[in-house]
T-cell receptor, first 112, second 115 residues
Framework: ETGVTQSPTHLIKTRGQQVTLRCSSQ?????VSWYQQALGQGPQFIFQYYREEENGRGNFPPRFSGLQFPNYSSELNVNALELDDSALYLC???????????FGSGTRLTVV | AQSVSQHNHHVILSEAASLELGCNYS??????LFWYVQYPGQHLQLLLKYFSGDPLVKGIKGFEAEFIKSKFSFNLRKPSVQWSDTAEYFCAVTTSGSGTYKYIFGTGTRLKVLA
């Protein structure tokens, strides 16, 4: 197992900019989810992709968007960054049966 | 709306003390229940999970949790904590809707174990 890897590990952006975060799923996993973990909070579900299609979304605005590629790796894009977008962004992959996800170490995004 | 509540935000214990962290969820349907741990600077790791069957679930590192359906609870326990258990603990549930399994996490409990 290679686990879930995310890049970059840390990122600083200016308000109004756009950012792309990347995630490589664990080998054999076809489902990937993204979560936002603000300081002192539990992770909040952003959206989920299954075989390149978005199949679930949390309470996040459309400026949060994503992609899943044929190799099941994924991107999270955030447009028009706001200060409140500062958080740890977690990617998690699964075999798609709801029996548990493998999480990456996250990308720490700071918006100034 | 579904939610998960963890009532203890910060817990401080001495080594060898017993641990119980509370978790309650609100959802009337079928759920899968999880406890995750996040050690300082590391990613979330699965401690244990419950899907069905014996409501007392044993996980890694001596942790266990009991599902009490009537109380909508899934409390985490360990008889004797160690300094290395210092971490943040998250309770989570997954619910299924149209094939999407999304986690609903609690806000976490930060445990500090004093040597």
């Amino acid at each position: 197992e290679t686990g879930v890897t995310q890049s970059p590990t840390h990122l600083i952006k200016t308000r109004g900019q756009q950012v792309t975060l990347r995630c490589s799923s664990q080998s054999g996993h076809n489902t990937v989810s993204w979560y936002q973990q603000a300081l002192g909070q539990g992770p909040q579900f952003i959206f989920q992709y299954y075989r390149e299609e978005e199949n679930g979304r949390g309470n996040f605005p459309p400026r949060f968007s994503g992609l899943q590629f044929p190799n099941y790796s994924s991107e999270l894009n955030v447009n028009a960054l706001e200060l409140d977008d500062s958080a740890l962004y977690l990617c998690a992959s699964s075999g798609g049966t709801g029996d548990g996800y493998t999480f990456g170490s996250g990308t720490r995004l700071t918006v100034v | 709306a579904q939610s998960v509540s963890q009532h203890n935000h910060h817990v401080i214990l001495s080594e060898a003390a017993s641990l119980e962290l509370g978790c309650n969820y609100s959802y009337g349907g079928t759920v899968n229940l999880f406890w995750y741990v996040q050690y300082p600077g590391q990613h979330l790791q699965l401690l244990l999970k419950y899907f069905s069957g014996d409501p007392l679930v044993k996980g890694i590192k001596g942790f266990e949790a009991e599902f009490i359906k009537s109380k909508f609870s899934f409390n985490l326990r360990k008889p004797s904590v160690q300094w290395s258990d210092t971490a943040e603990y998250f309770c989570a549930v997954t619910t299924s809707g149209s094939g999407t399994y999304k986690y609903i996490f609690g806000t976490g409990t930060r445990l500090k174990v004093l040597a």
